[in-house]
T-cell receptor, first 116, second 109 residues
Framework: DAGVTQSPTHLIKTRGQQVTLRCSPK?????VSWYQQALGQGPQFIFQ???????QRGNFPDRFSGHQFPNYSSELNVNALLLGDSALYLC???????????????FGPGTRLTVT | GQNIDQPTEMTATEGAIVQINCTYQ??????LFWYQQHAGEAPTFLSY????GLEEKGRFSSFLSRSKGYSYLLLKELQMKDSASYLC??????????FGTGTRLLVSP
């Protein structure tokens, strides 16, 4: 089992550009959550996908959007990049059919995005 | 909202015991996670507390008191490889995690 995988590992973009990050969940997992982690900070929840729908969203602008495919993999898109979008973007997968689920989330290695 | 506070940095000596505290103010959550994160790497799961009390897992233990809005992670027999950031996170429902800023632990020989 490869666990949670993310691509690319590193990415450098220019302010104003658009970026797409990809995530494949751990085998058997149906829920994908995306987090943004700035240097020296804890991860911040962006949104979560379940059954190909955005189920929950954090306090991020509409420039951040996503998608989940039938095989449960997911994409995170960020439009009109700002310098402040530079961060480590983490994808986490889990089984998420219950609100009170205590199932562990598995994190991928992350994509380091640098906006210049 | 959910304010989660952790000390920014702690130092300890190899072989010692260290306690990392996490306090929070929230109206409700399912449980509290502790994750370890080495620099430049993904967070890895350490423990999950749903009920009040102590959960022990080898060298690591985690405690939760809902009434006091308080949790701690206890690391025993510290090793150099334990130098990392330790993240406290509340599960606010459907596995949406709200993280604290993390505590950077430095273990010296």
């Amino acid at each position: 089992d490869a666990g949670v995988t993310q691509s690319p590992t590193h990415l450098i973009k220019t302010r104003g550009q658009q970026v797409t990050l990809r995530c494949s969940p751990k085998s058997g997992h149906d829920t994908v959550s995306w987090y943004q982690q700035a240097l020296g900070q804890g991860p911040q929840f962006i949104f979560q996908y379940y059954e190909e729908e955005e189920r929950q969203r954090g306090n991020f602008p509409d420039r951040f959007s996503g998608h989940q495919f039938p095989n449960y993999s997911s994409e995170l898109n960020v439009n009109a990049l700002l310098l402040g979008d530079s961060a480590l973007y983490l994808c986490a997968s889990s089984l998420g059919d219950r609100w009170d689920s205590s199932y562990e989330q598995y994190f991928g290695p992350g994509t380091r995005l640098t906006v210049t | 909202g959910q304010n989660i506070d952790q000390p920014t940095e702690m130092t300890a000596t190899e072989g010692a015991i260290v306690q990392i505290n996490c306090t929070y103010q929230t109206s409700g959550f399912n449980g509290l996670f502790w994750y370890q994160q080495h620099a430049g790497e993904a967070p890895t799961f350490l423990s999950y507390n749903v009920l009040d009390g102590l959960e022990e897992k080898g060298r690591f233990s985690s405690f939760l008191s809902r009434s006091k809005g308080y949790s701690y992670l206890l690391l025993k027999e510290l090793q150099m490889k334990d130098s990392a950031s330790y993240l406290c996170a509340l599960n606010s429902g459907f596995q949406k995690l709200v993280f604290g800023t993390g505590t950077r632990l430095l273990v010296s020989p």
